[in-house]
């Protein structure tokens, strides 16, 4: 008994002695939604959340909020809660309808997948549907912490409706703030002695709802770029070229787009073997994350392009092979440049030799999405012809010897999915959210008219009539449509590239399913990259989506990535390779996959013309 009470006091003495939990408090974000009866039941509608959950359980809005933590913060968060805060039992029952499953279809054939530990029964998670309780449990969600190079970042889910499927009651809650509190685990000046880096303030303060805090924790936070005299003193590399130098000594166009970039005022740095290792395979996928790793920070680079064979077994410049769905039976592995941009975290973080598994290496200190570099690359697969020609098409496309009204027009063309998912809802949201915002025009090519007004330009949406909107030119060309490595189905194939006009090259979102397959030196993807386009967004493997979504805001199926995408690429005019990664960050993890598979391919520092 004695014994018992002297461990327990020592507990107390211990808890005694550790640093008191400070908070973050934040104010609870808005929400009104519109609720739609529609056959199978009753949908939330609300502006700027999210409207897909987990497939199977009710389909209720949520948000993901994020919260700066300074860089000492211990990444276990102590509480996470709503204070002050109403519940208001909403009149009548309802009917909320499930979330759908995630989908994808090859060769005509369709897979659907609902994730692990549900009971599905008509489309509903009968683990949730038959329980007397409300679903979530919580309002609040905590979903991960992790690092944008010094940036320490916390990520919650707000529901601001729960519901009861056996009363059939919905709770609002409203109002109040937001709490999380954490503890700190080392002194704010040992963390801070650190390489100083204010790469990506700008990023932060557009991301975290508690930006202003910054400055108090993060000695750097007022000077978010290298100064003029370090760019020119050659200590910062802002723009680095990773390839071989057999690449280098081949290429006729090497120097002088290294010298391009440099007159656009970038510091640029060379990587090749003697610098990264060399290898081909996972050996050089090793060492170039490596190489990267240690020099992100002490070199203050930005911007990656890589330039070499992408293939993850035998290329010299390869892609990792990663595993987001290791525990499934078919669709598995993904090969993928993400490994090289998110640089903080062990991607095998439980040891067995398989990275990037979406259900053992995705917590803290494994992946962790946040980017500390901006990656694009190049495929090659040894025509320096090639090469050079797209080398040169950057150079002047970057240099404004493309300019012209067609970069102002958006090419929009989507083929139905299926029954369910007739696809122009994705091209009249990226022609609302991104090309009307931005002041551009559109071409659109949909499978039918949908009583639009004004009607799609062309239907229905086949080769020949994709063929005919690509003459009236563009700046950007986004599609949704099933896909091969060298065919997007009635959309264009790596053949048809070769009808492409160079002097109009686009900005492409390749929403399809193996485009971008970097063993195929074929891929659609590469040959867009060689003939019509200026960089693209393709998948290497299948990309998933979700049967039926007509809202895309947040989300991560492959048609809400495409437009997210579409919005920070064409209104917000980010450079593509920003527009990719902030893209990646900001969408709600669902399909982990699809945040594999889909890589630039292009100049990742590159954004549209905008002059005349
Ligand atoms: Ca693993
Ligand atoms: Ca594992
Ligand atoms: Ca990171």
Redesign the pocket.
């Known amino acids: 008994m004695l014994n018992r009470y002297a461990i327990l006091l020592a507990v107390v003495f211990l808890a005694a002695h550790k640093l008191p939990a400070a908070e973050i408090c934040i104010p609870t974000p808005e929400c009104n939604a519109v609720v739609e009866t529609e056959p199978e039941g009753h949908s939330l509608i609300a502006s700027g959340y999210s409207q897909i959950g987990s497939p199977g359980d009710p389909a209720l809005p949520f948000k993901d909020l994020f919260l700066l933590l300074p860089p000492n913060a211990d990444p276990n968060v102590a509480s996470l809660t709503l204070r002050g805060s109403t519940d208001k039992l909403l009149p009548g029952q309802y009917n909320i309808s499930p979330a759908p499953p995630v989908v994808t279809v090859v060769d005509g054939k369709e897979i659907r997948e609902w994730g692990e530990g549900k009971q599905i029964e008509n489309g509903k998670n009968m683990l949730v549907y038959s329980k007397n309780e409300y679903f979530p449990s919580a309002n609040l969600q905590f979903i991960d912490v992790g690092n944008m190079r010094n940036w320490r970042i916390a990520r919650v889910r707000y529901y601001p409706y729960r519901y009861n499927p056996v009363t059939r009651q919905l709770v609002f809650t409203s109002g109040g703030e937001v709490v999380l509190s954490y503890r700190t685990i080392s002194s704010l000046a040992a963390v801070n002695k650190s390489v100083p880096d204010g790469l990506f303030a700008d990023k932060i303060a557009a991301l975290t709802s508690n930006y202003a805090q910054a400055s108090q924790w993060y000695s750097t936070a007022q000077q978010p770029n290298r100064t003029t005299s370090q760019l020119a003193s050659g200590t910062v590399t802002n723009y680095l070229i990773l390839t071989t130098s057999a690449i280098v000594a081949g290429s006729t166009k090497f120097q002088a787009f290294i010298n391009h970039k440099i007159n656009r005022g970038f510091s640029v740095g060379l990587a090749t073997e003697a610098q990264w290792g060399g290898g081909t395979g996972d050996v050089a996928a090793e060492r170039i994350r490596s190489y990267l790793r240690a020099n992100y920070l002490t070199k203050g680079i930005r911007y990656v392009l890589l330039i070499g064979n992408p293939d993850p077994s035998v290329g010299d410049v390869p892609m990792k092979m990663l595993w987001p769905r290791?525990s499934s039976s078919i669709y598995r592995e993904a090969p993928s440049d993400y490994y090289y941009a998110d640089l903080t975290g062990n991607w095998d973080l439980?040891g067995?030799g398989?990275y990037g598994?979406g259900d053992?290496d995705l917590r803290y200190g494994g992946v962790d999405r946040y980017p500390e570099v901006i990656v694009g690359r190049i495929p090659f697969y040894g025509n320096f012809a090639d090469l050079d020609y797209i080398l040169q098409k950057i150079m002047d496309y970057e240099a404004g010897g493309c300019g012209g009204p067609w970069v102002r027009n958006v090419l929009l063309t989507m083929k139905p999915s299926d029954t369910y998912t007739p696809g122009y809802h994705l091209g009249e949201a990226i022609k609302n959210a991104a090309a009307v915002p931005a002041g551009f025009s559109t071409t659109r090519v949909y499978e039918q008219t949908y009583n639009l007004n004004p009607p799609p330009d062309f239907t229905p949406c086949t080769y020949d009539t994709v063929s005919a909107a690509t003459q009236q030119h563009a700046g950007f060309w986004f599609w949704w449509t099933h896909g091969n490595e060298t065919v997007a189905a009635d959309v264009t194939t790596s053949t048809r590239t070769q009808t492409l006009d160079d002097r109009y090259p686009v900005f492409t979102f390749q929403c399809s399913c193996l485009n971008g397959t970097p063993e195929n030196s074929n891929n659609l993807g590469y040959a867009l990259l060689k003939r019509g386009a200026v960089a693209t967004n393709s998948a290497t493997r299948v990309s998933w989506y979700y049967p039926g979504q007509v809202d895309f805001t947040n989300t991560d199926s492959n048609a809400g990535m495409a437009y997210r995408y579409a919005v920070k690429l064409v209104r917000d005019h980010k450079p593509c390779g920003d527009a990719h990664f902030e893209m990646m960050v900001e969408v709600p993890l669902d399909i982990w996959m699809n945040h594999c598979v889909f890589n630039l391919y292009g100049d990742p520092s590159l954004a549209y013309a905008s002059g005349p």
């Open positions: 290791r439980d067995d398989f598994e053992h």
